[in-house]
Nanobody, 129 residues
Framework: QVQLVESGGGLVQAGGSLRLSCAAS????????MGWFRQVPGKEREIVAA????????FYVDSVKGRFTISRDNAKNAGYLQMDSLKPEDTAVYYC??????????????????????WGKGTLVTVSS
């Protein structure tokens, strides 16, 4: 069992930066892939970024490539999402999630909240123009 708690959301102006953190409980977090998702009202939750168990492999959705960086510190049971050059369209609730598999899945597997076994409750990011 894994419990995930996000922090670091808030209000930022366009062009600014935020760093989201995900604190994980559970002995085996370091064995699991993890990811960050986001959701706006009326839309499906979408994958933003994912990393494998070691952090050595990463995936980013096209809209955040070059602006966001996913990382993890297994010694601290933590994951992070550094968000730079934020845009108003990045405004959403951001969720941390973990997958029993150690590997990143195909993008289609993450649709409709698939591909992940545990979820945090989310943290709101608001980017003003």
């Amino acid at each position: 069992q894994v419990q995930l708690v996000e922090s670091g959301g808030g209000l930022v102006q366009a062009g600014g930066s935020l760093r989201l953190s995900c604190a994980a409980s559970g002995r085996f977090f370091s064995s699991y892939a993890m990811g960050w998702f986001r959701q706006v009202p009326g839309k499906e939750r979408e994958i933003v970024a994912a990393t494998n168990w070691s952090g050595g492999q990463t995936f980013y959705v096209d809209s955040v490539k070059g602006r966001f960086t996913i990382s993890r510190d297994n010694a601290k049971n933590a994951g992070y999402l550094q968000m730079d050059s934020l845009k108003p369209e990045d405004t959403a609730v951001y969720y941390c999630a973990a997958d029993r598999s150690p590997y990143i899945r195909s993008v289609s597997d993450y649709a409709d909240r698939g591909g992940m076994d545990w979820w945090g409750k989310g943290t709101l990011v608001t980017v003003s123009s």
